[in-house]
């Protein structure tokens, strides 16, 4: 195990900030209380009697609209819930709490595996050179293969746990063959920097964060190894609403301009998510030139279907999931309209980063 290591200040109150609570843009009005199924209820915008639950992620989507003007002259109301990440959303999705919320790959699967009432509704296609397992920029570790018999810290039911299973497997390993550690990212950043975990398991923008801030280096990532896709998932009930139906079309539609618009302007994105999250705007400049800004909108297809399913098959092998089931029974694709398909390549600004 590595000598026990400091973690710089300015990269833990950054990080700290991202995965905390609300704050954001001065056009949004103020929100007080706890949003429900554990999201931190973080204000509204627009005007109307309808009103959409939206659950997000620190500098997720409501930060995406908001720089890309979006949120001007709404036709119906968004209330904003921020989350720390996927499986905590998608659990206010099951509850009701929440109609719609954007997630990786991993936390739909985890969920419909214990027969959460969700759907999944729009996706994208990114880069996932984001997706990476991380080490100590003087660490012994060169290749996965050596990663057997490691400690390896990684949030359970993330995007960044099936990349890990699959990278494992790639190197002729399995999830037997190292000592997991199941922590949310701001909890994996002070193992990792202590030397507590020999490697840690994440995404964007923590990968680029702890490449700028914490002495890391990429061991591997899921380029090539994952599907790159990231989702919209809503509520059946919300689906069944008329009213509530036009307005996800309406969201979803506004959050495929918005993704447009970050790749054709990364500067500008870059220093609005920086300030919206407390990330430096070098780091959140790499984050969007390695993945973020990569991202393509495509149809929810039987490709991107399948590709889940494979998800799913895994982890049920693994017993890391209740049950197998079909991924398929868990997906409403009325908004997929003339969409690209899933297995369109995503976009690139060169050289990855």
């Known amino acids: ?148 018999g490691k400690s390896i810290a990684v949030a359970q039911g993330s995007s960044a746990n099936y990349q890990l299973i699959a990278s494992l497997r790639k190197a002729g390993l399995s999830p037997k063959d190292v000592r997991l550690t199941y922590l949310q990212p701001a909890d994996a950043l002070a193992a990792f920097t202590r030397g507590k975990v020999d490697a840690w398991a994440v995404w964007d923008p923590y990968t680029s964060q702890a490449l700028d801030q914490a002495d890391a280096r990429v061991l591997t990532t899921g380029q090539g190894v994952v599907n790159g896709l990231s989702f919209q998932v809503a509520a059946p009930a919300a689906l069944d609403d008329k009213k509530k139906a036009a307005a996800l079309k309406d969201y979803t539609d506004r959050l495929r301009r918005a993704q447009n618009w970050v790749f054709k302007h990364p500067d500008v994105w870059a220093k609005a998510w920086a300030k919206e999250t407390g990330l430096p705007e070098k780091v959140a400049l790499d984050a969007v030139e390695r993945t973020r800004g990569t991202a393509v909108p495509v149809a929810v297809d039987q490709a991107a279907i399948a590709s889940e399913q494979r998800i799913v098959d895994a982890f049920a092998a693994l017993k890391l999931i209740p049950r197998t089931f079909d991924f398929g029974e868990y997906v409403d694709p009325r908004f997929n309209g003339d969409l690209p398909p899933s297995s369109t390549a995503p976009r690139t600004y060169g050289k990855a980063r």
């Open 1 to 148: 195990m590595r000598p026990r290591r400091t973690a710089p200040a300015v990269l833990l109150v950054p990080l700290a900030v991202l995965l905390a609570g609300c704050g954001g843009g001065a056009s949004r009005v103020a929100g007080g209380g706890g949003g429900g199924g554990g999201g931190a209820d973080s204000g509204t915008d627009g005007k109307g009697a309808l009103t959409l639950n939206v659950g997000d992620q620190k500098g997720g989507s409501e930060a995406l609209l908001r720089a890309a003007g979006e949120l001007d002259d709404l036709p119906y109301t968004i209330k904003w819930s921020t989350f720390t990440s996927g499986p905590p959303l998608l659990e206010a999705v099951n509850a009701g709490a929440v109609d719609v919320g954007a997630v990786g790959n991993t936390p739909p699967v985890f969920a419909a595996a214990v027969k959460s009432k969700i759907k999944v509704i729009a996706g994208t296609h990114s880069r996932s050179d984001g997706e990476a397992i991380l080490v100590e920029k003087d660490s012994p570790l060169k290749r996965p293969e050596q990663l057997k």
